[in-house]
């Protein structure tokens, strides 16, 4: 849960077939509203990387988000997709 206008860390662990924490190439972190209009995409760095396969980003709520938003963490695990979506309900009051 989260308020309009607050930030929130959102998070990733991307992990193999067998369970293993691994690095993708070219992460990025895509929003979306509720109808899954993409809203914002960035990269995301090194920076972000908290442990083997952690990654992190602080976003900012948007004032005009309603009920929830999508986010979703996308790479490229040799040469594959990998990717982990969640969603963040909003609260108002």
């Known amino acids: 849960m989260a308020y309009l206008g607050d930030t929130v860390r959102l998070k990733v662990h991307f992990r193999s077939f067998n369970g293993d924490s691994v690095d ?4 990025t972190l895509t929003i979306y509203d509720k109808t899954k209009k993409e809203l914002d ?12 396969g952690q990654y992190f980003y602080d976003y900012i709520v ?6 929830y938003f999508i986010f979703e963490f996308r790479g490229l695990h040799n040469n594959n997709p990998i990717l982990a979506r969640d969603r963040v309900s909003i609260k108002f009051n």
Not at 62 to 67: A, G, K, S
């Open 41 to 52: 995409a960035t990269s995301i760095a090194v920076e972000n990387k908290t442990a083997t």
């Open 62 to 67: 948007p004032d005009d988000i309603h009920e």
């Open 24 to 27: 993708p190439d070219d992460i």
